[in-house]
């Protein structure tokens, strides 16, 4: 006789803990073919604000981390993920109905994205940053800092690929995110979790909420202590982002708007090369000046 | 002993040449609006310089026409190296009309004549050579892969440095390749039409640079305009905001340059003479209209009554009055209404128990005044504390530890500066890496270059101006994943 199988229960990831949501809510999640595949937690507004206090909480200290430090903790990460590989590669297969080797290959290329940040972190400063030949004997120095808390609506179609790629470039120089992951593919983002937990990123630097965007990103917008907001999830949803944009100017978040063809929101290619402007979306240039003499 | 007393050191009028009305500069040219026209005056006197003219919707809506011809047709097709050479023509002209300039700031603006001779006028040319440069050499800018222009840029500018927020506005949009349409602060037109007149000097292409005077309605003509792809704001953090809500859900981009609530933090190890003059420079420059101003004092307690001491018996050797008097150090208030602003903060500080003191210094007649004032005794939550005043007025709070300097700076929606006066390094660097704040300034205040980016964190606004970073709010680049 087989074996019975020990389902797991699929939860948020918080403050580096696996909360249920607040709210005892969860909604069925199918595969690509719509066959049930799990029960996940249905995040409410206060599991988004939970999250949020714990985004707050973790950030001076993930800020003040070296960017060593932080290059290596993103490192890890992609080790994580290559050890578990064959449950990513099952998972995205499940979520995004692609093949085998199509799954594996965005697994693969969500696993080198990673390291392609991990690089970044002691990187983008000298490459953004630098000495400003002022006119008068002043010591004039220009460089980039994490703005903060930044709210991130994950992409509804690149489960993980797509979730590694907007996810990677907030934290890799010292913010904290609060994600909302794809509404009907969470699987490979909880799954992510348990990677970041194992992979000594701190806990509260990354706070994965499953559930609905649209319930979820109007308190997200218009919080008070999130600093940025990237609406690149909205793309493919019945979410009115004109809406979250305008509620963001409440306090002048930064807004990284979805990517616009034809006049309506599409979910970027990702396997194109990334840049460096998902990185630069969420710096602050501080510039400090001070007098030269003898 | 006798004191000596200042003999009058008033700078010429003479080389002003003042028409008794201005229209608009559209396509080149200047056009009458067809909208209806207001007076400008001199805050100093009250005395009428001009009548200018009030764009309407549709004199905005002619000179976006004529900024998207000119980007189409000309500007765009230009090498940078060409667009380069109209931005160091227009650079040289400013420094050849320099006095021009300034003594028509002051009149206009009411900021004393030394400030706007050695500030204003030679950093806004400045600015102009600067990006001159930069125009032939975008690929090298580190700004992403084929930066290119966004096209038509919408840009609003404050009364508190009207030709300074000009060039900071003007000079990176023309060198990225951009056209713009330009609104001066309805208290202080003159100097951008002056500008105008320079444009035409350096043949500059008709509608390249378009500038259209009015007020809010104005402002909000140009946000709401379909034709422009981008706006560059300086002034409140309101307008701000509703700058921002208004183009949400929009292809247009935007960059705020906002309020601010600065704290300058004085530790007891700094240069006590230095610092006094620091803390004069940081918050009764320009009459305190600066958004960076330091109009928070931090002081650490221990030296706090010396401090207050030295502050105030420098205060009273300050000159306040002629702003074309060479020896004039505070001018006068901007408007009216900017002067009704800063007398009820100021009343709202006495009434919520801070202590006020003012020098006493005789104040001219006529026009709008306001004595350099200093309050003591001042807790975070009092509204003199928290609300950007933007004139004369500087609240004292203290701290013993830097860690409490760092969290009382940082207690603010703000973001825009901070000052650290101290003699030990560590602690600049450490206190500079603490403050939530774009620029930094220790042992010194109010710097400004540019080469130096500028902008604010929080509700200070987004993105900065000067500098190679100033240049990336001007273009769009390939994007990756």
Redesign the interface.
Same mark, same amino acid.
């Given at each position: 006789m087989s074996r019975v199988e020990v389902k797991k229960t699929y939860k948020l990831y918080v403050g580096g803990a696996f909360p249920r949501s607040e709210s005892g809510r969860s909604y069925e999640v199918a595969d690509s073919k719509g066959r049930f595949l799990a029960n996940a937690a249905l995040g409410s507004r206060k599991d988004a604000r939970d999250a949020v206090v714990a985004a707050r909480k973790a950030q001076a200290g993930w800020a003040g981390a070296t960017a060593y430090n932080r290059g290596q903790v993103l490192y890890r990460v992609a080790e994580v993920m290559e050890s578990r590989k064959a449950q990513f590669v099952e998972e995205v297969r499940a979520a995004e109905g692609l093949n085998p080797t199509r799954a594996a290959a965005a697994v693969d290329a969500a696993i080198d994205r990673w390291v392609w940040y991990a690089g970044w972190s002691d990187k983008f400063t000298q490459v953004l940053g630098g000495l400003n030949p002022v006119a008068g004997p002043y010591f004039n120095i220009s460089a980039p800092e994490p703005t903060g808390v930044v709210a991130v609506l994950a992409p509804q179609s690149s489960s993980l690929l797509g979730l590694v790629s907007v996810v990677a470039p907030v934290i890799v120089s010292g913010n904290t995110a609060v994600v909302v992951t794809s509404f009907n593919r969470p699987i490979p983002a909880i799954t992510l979790a348990e990677a970041l937990a194992t992979s000594d990123v701190p806990g509260g630097v990354v706070n994965l909420v499953t559930g609905n965007p649209a319930e979820m990103a109007p308190w997200l917008a218009s919080h008070r202590d999130v600093n940025a907001i990237d609406l690149t999830g909205v793309a493919d949803t019945d979410i009115a982002w004109a809406e979250l944009e305008r509620a963001a100017a409440d306090n002048l978040k930064r807004v990284r708007r979805p990517l616009i063809v034809d006049g309506s929101a599409v979910e970027p290619d990702w396997t194109l090369s990334p840049g460096l402007s998902r990185i630069e979306s969420y710096l602050e240039t501080k510039t400090v000046w001070h007098p030269k003499g003898k | 002993m006798t004191k000596f007393e200042y003999a009058p050191a008033p700078e010429s009028r003479a080389v002003v040449d003042l028409k008794p009305s201005y229209g608009l500069f559209i396509n080149g040219q200047f056009v009458d609006g067809t909208g209806t026209s207001f007076k400008t005056i001199s805050p100093a006197t009250e005395e009428v310089l001009a009548e200018v003219a009030e764009a309407s919707a549709a004199d905005v809506d002619a000179a976006v026409k004529a900024a998207r011809a000119a980007y189409t047709r000309v500007w765009s097709k230009l090498s940078g190296a060409d667009r380069g050479k109209y931005l160091f023509r227009i650079a040289r002209i400013l420094q050849e009309r320099a006095r021009e300039f300034a003594v028509l700031e002051t009149l206009d603006n009411g900021k004393p004549i030394k400030e706007s001779r050695d500030v204003d006028v030679p950093i806004a040319a *400045?600015h102009f050579f600067y990006h001159a440069g930069w125009a032939d050499k975008l690929d090298y800018a580190?700004l992403?892969?084929n930066p290119r222009p966004h096209g038509v840029v919408g840009q609003i500018i404050p009364w508190n440095f009207p030709m300074l927020m000009l060039a900071w506005k003007i000079a990176p949009a023309l060198a990225t390749g951009n056209t713009v349409v330009l609104k001066p602060a309805e208290t202080t037109p003159l100097t951008a039409l002056l500008f105008a007149e320079v444009c035409q000097q350096a043949d500059l292409p008709p509608g390249v640079v378009n500038v259209v005077t009015g007020a809010g309605v104005t402002g909000q003509a140009i946000v709401d305009h379909p034709g422009i792809d981008k706006i560059a704001f300086t002034g409140s !953090?309101g307008v @701000?905001?509703a700058i *921002?809500?208004a183009i *949400?859900? !929009?292809?247009k981009k935007a960059t705020?340059e906002?309020g601010g609530k600065a704290a300058n933090i004085i530790f007891d190890d700094a240069p006590i003479d230095q610092a006094v003059e620091g803390i004069i420079n940081g918050i009764f420059f320009n009459q305190g209209h600066v958004c960076c101003a330091g109009s928070r004092l931090l002081v650490q307690e221990s030296i706090a009554d010396e401090v207050d001491r030295r502050l105030k018996r420098r205060l009273q050797t300050l000159r306040v009055g002629d702003p074309l008097d060479k020896n004039t150090d505070v001018g006068a208030i901007n408007s009216r209404a900017q002067l009704d602003r800063i007398t009820s903060l100021v009343a709202a500080g006495e009434a919520e128990g801070a202590e006020r003191w003012d020098t006493g210094c005789p104040l001219p007649e006529k026009g709008f005044w306001f004595r350099p004032t200093v309050f003591t005794g001042v807790s975070q939550t009092h509204r003199i504390a928290q609300e950007e005043i933007f004139g004369p007025v500087v609240s004292v709070l203290t701290f013993r530890t830097p860690s409490e300097a760092v969290a009382k700076a940082n207690n603010t929606?703000y973001g825009l500066s901070a000052g650290i006066w101290t003699e030990k390094g560590s602690r600049?660097l450490w206190m500079?890496d603490q403050?939530r *704040? @774009?620029?930094?300034?220790?042992? !010194?205040f109010n710097?400004f270059?540019p080469?130096?980016?500028?902008?604010g964190?929080?509700?200070s606004?987004?993105g900065?101006e000067g @500098?190679?970073?100033g240049l990336a709010a001007y273009v769009t !680049?390939g994007?990756?994943?």
């Open positions: - | *400045a580190s992403g892969p !953090t @701000g905001k *921002a809500r *949400a859900g !929009t292809p705020l906002l929606p600049i500079a403050m *704040a @774009g620029v930094v300034w220790a042992n !010194t710097k270059d080469t130096s980016p500028f902008g964190y929080k509700e606004g987004y900065r @500098g190679r970073h !680049t994007e990756g994943a």
